[in-house]
């Protein structure tokens, strides 16, 4: 037997070539579909939308006229733009934290084991599987002066009735409040999953050092699950800055433009103003705003995250 004929064949650069190509191609392939979709209608309207902001247009107009930042100027003075813009950073400052707050506490309560934990998990998850519009109507009912759930239990307890989404001072604290029984649930499964992950061995030695239970969360916890907290403080600010359905379904914006948010606001000069290119103008410096809040939160939180294994 010839020993050159037993030693493995090495593919040359041509053949590495070919197959890179055909790795390549197949890999194009399957992408297509997603890249299409993410192209007609993510990347193609980010980009109308930033070229339009500098444009005057009209909805259903075909003619457009450059103005150059006439549209940002128009915005710097007006008043209704920087209402909008407060209550959407207010929605977004309470929102956030006190949904991953109680989502953790969830989270923890449910990770000891506790009996009839399947059915906790399921309660607390269900309000994420109502439709917005949906829950959006639920909550019109609940908030309502006369009739609804709410004011009857305050008035059971001898508190004082209010208008919720007819007073000011009351109808985004009603939106809030909404969202975090909406969306803590969500955040409370992924941070479920992530507590399941952290070795038991070492809470079984904090106790045995005397650990109480707060230091064990806040000392052994939270590092260990830091990048699934990291990742749920980015879904959070993401998701606050789009809300449009509940203000859109509950105040529309009201009362006095108390809820009246950034979406909203885009939505309004869009299709009730039919000015798409103040339009535009709002929706690029939403896109500037969340691009540069998701920078604050990874140079400071992205920074303390611990990794398992490093």
């Not at 197959?19 to 993510?42: C, D, I, K, N, Y």
């Not at 902001?53 to 209704?80: C, K, M, P």
Request: charged content about 10%.
């Amino acid at each position: 037997m010839n020993p050159s004929a037993a030693k493995p064949r090495v593919p040359t650069d041509a053949v590495w070539r070919r197959q890179r190509r055909r790795e390549l191609l197949t890999a194009l392939v399957m992408l297509a579909p997603s890249l299409l979709f993410l192209g007609a209608f993510t990347y193609w309207p980010i980009l109308r939308s930033a070229v339009y902001g500098f444009f005057d247009v009209q909805l259903g107009s075909t003619e457009i006229f450059y103005v150059g930042l006439e549209n940002y100027q128009r915005l710097w003075h007006d008043a209704l733009f920087w209402q909008s813009l407060r209550n959407t950073v207010v929605y977004m400052v309470i929102t956030v934290p006190c949904s991953i707050a109680l989502a953790l506490l969830l989270a923890v309560a449910l990770d000891r084991g506790l009996r009839g934990t399947a059915l906790y998990r399921s309660t607390f998850f269900y309000p994420v599987m109502i439709p917005s519009v949906a829950a959006g109507m639920v909550w019109v009912f609940l908030y309502a002066p006369g009739y609804g759930p709410i004011n009857g239990l305050m008035a059971w307890l001898g508190l004082p009735k209010l208008e919720w989404l007819y007073d000011p001072r009351w109808a985004l604290p009603a939106i809030i409040f909404m969202s975090i029984w909406k969306y803590a649930g969500y955040f409370m499964l992924i941070l479920l999953a992530a507590l399941q992950l952290v070795p038991r061995d070492l809470y079984e030695a904090a106790r045995l050092d005397g650990v109480s239970g707060f230091r064990q969360l806040v000392h052994i916890t939270v590092p260990l699950i830091s990048p699934t907290l990291y990742f749920v403080v980015v879904i959070g600010v993401l998701h606050s800055y789009q809300i449009f359905d509940y203000v859109f379904v509950m105040t529309h914006g009201g009362p006095a433009d108390a809820t009246n948010v950034l979406t909203f606001y885009i939505y309004q000069n869009a299709f009730q103003f039919q000015d798409i290119g103040s339009a535009s103008a709002i929706a690029n410096i939403l896109l500037l705003v969340v691009g540069g809040l998701i920078a604050i939160v990874a140079a400071t939180l992205g920074r303390r995250v611990h990794y398992m294994g490093r």
